[in-house]
């Protein structure tokens, strides 16, 4: 998935949690990939470490989390100030690394 945009001076407080489990996991993030890529949505993803085996999808525009949510689910929780902090910074991994760990541990 590609992060979009210059964002260092957004806020990322508008968020989505994923939970990474399930044996359709896989065929989800495919389908979010192509919806964010598709409508050109600026996001960030993130982990957090008391997110415990989710991530967070991190949105400038709450227009955007609540259609991400409506089309893709995943639950909308408030914002988190590390989850805002982490997205704020480009150089953060991207969303099939961020996958990749989590499944991983």
């Known amino acids: 998935m590609?992060?979009?945009?210059?964002?260092?001076?957004?806020?990322?407080?508008?968020?989505?949690l994923i939970a990474v489990e399930g044996d359709d996991f896989l065929s989800r993030l495919h389908a979010?990939?192509?919806?964010?890529?598709?409508?050109?949505?600026?996001?960030?993803?993130?982990?957090?470490?008391?997110d415990n085996g989710a991530i967070r999808i991190c949105f400038a525009d709450e227009r955007f989390a609540?259609?991400?949510?409506?089309?893709?689910?995943?639950?909308?929780?408030?914002?988190?100030?590390?989850?805002?902090?982490?997205a704020a910074d480009p150089a953060k991994d991207d969303f099939y690394q961020l996958v990749e760990r989590r499944i991983a541990n």
């Not at 979010?32 to 993803?45: C, F, V």
């Not at 609540?66 to 982490?86: K, M």
Request: proline share 5%; aromatic share 10%; glycine share 6%.
């Open 66 to 86: 609540r259609a991400f949510h409506v089309n893709l689910g995943g639950l909308r929780v408030p914002s988190d100030a590390l989850a805002t902090e982490l």
């Open 2 to 16: 590609e992060r979009r945009g210059n964002e260092r001076t957004r806020s990322w407080a508008h968020q989505v």
């Open 32 to 50: 979010m990939d192509a919806w964010l890529s598709q409508w050109e949505i600026p996001y960030r993803a993130v982990s957090v470490p008391r």
